[in-house]
Every structure is written in structure tokens, then in C-alpha cells.
């Protein structure tokens, strides 16, 4: 399995090149998965269905499934942070891909990205996971690199960059456990 994390401040577009990665490695026929973080509360459930009455209820874990779907509801008694290598542990062993957003102090190799536009500081010349930076605005990089650049506006050519540097990405669980 292959896992890349892809930070970046608030707006800087970080959902829609994942959500385009994701169709453009599909259509190569991998598997993709995603690992998000949310910085709040949220909530997958509906009020008033099944699931969302039994978490209600207290219930520790729901899963439900389908004959197309499987999802793992968590309530935890007390607030903790999951690190990023925890939610890869549940993933599913045949992926090919995993691609992480949100996590943007991880010890995970991440693409950066970046927009001069959103006016915040560029964390490639603080963060040596950073293994390229996604930009649309090359010229205006902050601080000189030797990182590759790559152009936000082209998934293809992330996704191409990926796929020739994937090797670098291999996940090693016995590195996290």
C-alpha cells in the first residue's frame, strides 16, 4: 500500500485535487482510500435512523452494513486523538492507495498545497515530509526549493508524479506500530 498526505491551510484546495486524484487512479484500476481528519464534531448519521438511535442509546460501536457498503460508527467515552497511523491500521488490506488529508503534522511524506492567493505561510522550508509542493502559483514560492513542483491546476500530472515516484510512498505499518 501506498500512502501520501496532502496538507495545506484552509481553501488552498487540498479536497478537490484529492477527489480528483482519487477518479484519476481509479480509472489506472487501483483501489483508493481516504483517511480524513476533522478538526470538530461531525456526524455521518442520520437523527432518527436505526444507527444514529443506537449510538443515541450508548452504544460503543455500530456497524452497519450492506450488500454495497460498510461503515463503523466509534463513539469514544472519553475525547482522544487517533494518530494518522491508527486510522490507516483500519483500513482495508487489498488498497493501493491511501490518501490522507488533514493531518498536516503527520510523519507521513505529503504533497503540499499551496496557493499564494490564501495569504498563508508555505510549510515546506519547516516540514522535511514535505516531498512536493502543488502550487498555482509557482513564481511566487515563498523560499527557494529543490522540491518538486508540481501544477495544482493538472491532477494528471500529480497523479502521473505519483504513480513514477510510488516506490518512496510504500507504507510500512511495523515503522508505527
Not at 494518522?84 to 487489498?94: F, K, M, P, Q
Amino acid at each position: 500500500m501506498k500512502v501520501v498526505a496532502f496538507a495545506g491551510y484552509s481553501g488552498s484546495g487540498k479536497t478537490t485535487l484529492v477527489e480528483r486524484l482519487i477518479a484519476l487512479l481509479r480509472a489506472q484500476g487501483l483501489r483508493v482510500s481516504v483517511v480524513k481528519h476533522a478538526r470538530h464534531g461531525f456526524d455521518m448519521d442520520t437523527p432518527g435512523k436505526d444507527t444514529f438511535r443506537h449510538r443515541e442509546a450508548g452504544a460503543f460501536e455500530v456497524v452497519v452494513a450492506s450488500n454495497e457498503r460498510l461503515a463503523l460508527l466509534r463513539e469514544f467515552e472519553q475525547p482522544q486523538e487517533l494518530s494518522v497511523h491508527h486510522l490507516i491500521a483500519e483500513l482495508y488490506d487489498g488498497v493501493d492507495w491511501v490518501l490522507v488529508e488533514g493531518f498536516r503534522d503527520a510523519d507521513l511524506l505529503k504533497v503540499e498545497v499551496w496557493r499564494a492567493a490564501s495569504e498563508q505561510p508555505a510549510r515546506y522550508p519547516v516540514d522535511d515530509f514535505i516531498a512536493a509542493i502543488a502550487t498555482d502559483s509557482p513564481a511566487a514560492l515563498p523560499a527557494p526549493t529543490g522540491l518538486p513542483v508540481l501544477d495544482l491546476n493538472n491532477p494528471a500530472a500529480v497523479a502521473e508524479w505519483l504513480l513514477s515516484q510510488g516506490e518512496r510512498f510504500t507504507y510500512n505499518p511495523e515503522l508505527y506500530a
